[in-house]
């Protein structure tokens, strides 16, 4: 009997599920709070709610994390230096106070433009290595020549054996400065993933473990550890990714669509034929746009803790994030009181920030550059809950509402309020917390747009779940307005919107929304087992892509049956026949991907590989004036002993 471990580090929770290999069941789960900074506890507490039994027959082990993402959205990667080489005509703010801009590059046929200048490369190197941790690199089209990135490279290593990062080897992509983000933001990771993956290594290890161990990209597939390591940027967005994958392989649906509901957001997602349709740009990360291939997603800020609130008789839902009024009566002793106790705002006032069920938490971020009226409203806020009556009472005036978006936007002050999550405990439908909390919470925001408790939880399940079918139908209907489509499912009709693949809803409250879907869409719905812990089935579930992408043109459009140039990762290749040149492309693609799956660990028993080509052949023109082949390998995950 063996069995494989999947685990998942998000947000929030930490989830780890037992896959039996046989029958490709999911037999065991388990749930722990994620630990901060360091993930190890999390990661521990849920292996440890699992049978150590069945955890020593483990023979591969899965991971999905939110550590990429977080990392570059909280600003906490390494330290980069990055050097741009060629005619870059830089606008836009750079990542980094650490660059170089040189003499270099090539143009769109791969012929050098410039000599690269070395000496400048050689001079700022030794100027920066010790104040980086890693160097970044990217030279325009490197995509058709990458020459100048390769030397640049050797003459870091030779110099200071530091990691550095080729823009090539992450994307075949045009956008030169795009891929120098994108190497700028891997090098940035490299030191903080191959923390993340030796602590998860060595935990495997000490419970008797031997295990191949892999991780989850952005594409919805699995990479080996060896590889993860090289290219971790290819980690970011992992979460939705896992959601993904896990809810086809939970639901037995090899084309689905994936509604995901999360704290913070809702994300949407549709898998076909067990390969995730991928975005045509680049994933786009903490405001920096990449290279990077990802899943197509439709996220929007409404998730189970998006903030209730009201002002008139208008009740909006989000975008930002609170503490559920349920959970803060938990945390918090004192706070049904509190809660009880706090008086409504007046007309004039009431606002998000001013609610009879908002509260604020001071929390342990230092106050680095705030000013004298956020000073003075912060030092009014108690580590406990703090109302804006409580506040006012010690400082003698209401602040205004631009003081609390700031403090919350600098999260040196966190809010408690009504939720999507207190409107499920009101109405009995998702009752782990305190249902007192909630039920007092929609009292309050009920009596304001004169409504009772019930009628205001079911206003705000009735709503989610409008929003949820429009963000799916959206997805959909790629270039129709959302807000055009929002209206339609405020209208009473007997038309529906109808959605021919299955949908299948992953996440914490989304057993409350089966029947609301249903009502709404023309779509079989999908509620599986263990949707709970979706992503660490979808890091179980995940089978190893490799997509291989080859650029065939003619070197002269003034002779364009004389010579072929062949443009890929491995580099610029040249044929006198095109025949020999797509020859060569097909070849050159289907070896690497083989060899990509072997050296992930991946069975090259199973392995399907798809060639597509699409072709411009102007009139007249005896062979294509452009040609582009993906090659597109899937494989599944070796789980079998080695032998011989």
């Known amino acids: 009997m063996s069995y494989s471990l999947g685990i998942d580090a998000g947000g929030t929770y930490t989830d780890a599920v037992l896959l039996d290999d046989e029958n490709e069941t999911i037999i065991e789960s388990s749930k722990s709070l994620t630990s901060y900074p360091d993930p190890l506890e999390g990661i521990r507490g849920a292996i440890d709610g699992l049978d150590p039994d069945r955890l020593r027959e483990v023979k591969v082990v899965s991971v999905s994390t939110t550590l990429s993402t977080n990392s570059i959205l909280e600003g906490t990667g390494s330290p980069v230096a990055l050097i741009l080489i060629g005619n870059f005509d830089i606008k836009e703010e750079l990542p980094t106070k650490h660059y170089l801009q040189v003499k270099g590059g090539h143009d769109h046929n791969g012929i050098e433009t410039n000599p690269l200048d070395t000496e400048s490369i050689k001079d700022f190197v030794l100027k920066v290595k010790n104040k980086v941790s890693a160097f970044a690199i990217s030279s325009y089209f490197s995509v058709r020549n990458h020459d100048h990135e390769l030397c640049a490279k050797d003459i870091i290593t030779e110099l200071t054996g ?140 409404m998730g189970g803790d998006s903030h209730v609130w009201v002002k008139g008789k208008d009740v909006n839902i989000g975008p930002r994030r609170v503490i559920p009024l349920c959970r803060a009566a938990v945390l918090y002793p004192d706070f049904l009181e509190q809660l009880k106790a706090n008086p409504i705002p007046s007309k004039m006032r009431l606002g998000i920030n001013y609610q009879p069920t908002k509260f604020y938490l001071r929390t342990d971020y230092e106050a680095i550059e705030a000013s004298s009226e956020e000073m003075e409203v912060l030092e009014a806020v108690k580590k406990g809950p703090t109302s804006t009556t409580e506040i006012f009472n010690r400082i003698k005036k209401y602040p205004a509402s631009k003081i609390f978006d700031s403090l919350i936007q600098k999260r040196l002050l966190q809010p408690i309020g009504f939720t999507l999550t207190d409107a499920l405990h009101v109405l009995e439908e998702y009752t782990e917390r305190n249902v007192e909390a909630a039920n007092i919470g929609a009292d309050m925001l009920g009596s304001i747009v004169d409504m009772d408790r019930h009628e205001f939880a079911r206003y705000i399940k009735r709503e989610f779940a409008k929003n949820m079918a429009c963000d799916l139908v959206s997805f959909f209907l790629d270039g129709v307005e959302k807000s055009e489509i929002r209206k339609i499912f405020d209208i009473q009709s007997p038309a529906k919107f109808k959605i021919e693949v299955p949908v299948v809803l992953i996440g914490g409250p989304v057993s409350a929304f089966v029947n609301e879907m249903q009502e709404i869409l023309d779509a079989e719905i999908i509620l599986p087992e263990y949707s709970s812990v979706g992503n660490a089935a979808g890091a179980l579930a995940a089978k190893g892509i490799r997509r291989f992408e080859v650029l065939i043109r003619p070197a002269s459009m003034a002779a364009p049956d004389w010579e072929f140039l062949v443009f890929s990762e491995h580099g610029r290749s040249n044929f006198y026949e095109y025949q020999e040149a797509l020859d060569y492309a097909v070849n050159l693609g289907e070896t690497t991907v083989l060899n990509y799956m072997k050296d992930a660990g991946l069975d090259s028993n199973h392995i399907k590989i798809d060639v597509k080509k699409e072709e411009i052949i102007p009139q007249g023109w005896k062979t294509p004036m452009e040609t582009k082949l993906v090659i597109l390998g899937v494989g599944n995950r070796n789980t079998e002993p080695e032998c011989c």
């Open 162 to 301: 530091l990691p550095a990062i080729c823009s090539y080897e992450l994307s075949q992509d045009l956008g030169a400065f795009e891929r120098a983000v994108t190497a700028f933001l891997n090098a940035q990771l490299i030191p903080v993933t191959e923390r993340f993956m030796t602590t998860v290594e060595a935990e495997i290890k000490s419970r008797g473990i031997d295990a191949k161990v892999f991780m989850l990209k952005c594409d919805g597939s699995v990479i080996g550890i060896q590889s993860a390591l090289k290219k971790p940027i290819e980690s970011i967005f992992s979460g939705p990714a896992g959601s993904l994958v896990g809810a086809s392989f939970l639901a037995k649906s090899e084309s689905c669509a994936v509604i995901d509901v999360g704290g913070t957001s809702t994300d949407i997602s549709v898998i076909y034929n067990g390969v995730p349709e991928m975005s045509d740009a680049g994933a786009v990360v903490g405001g920096w746009k990449t290279r990077v291939k990802a899943i197509k997603m439709e996220t929007s800020a």
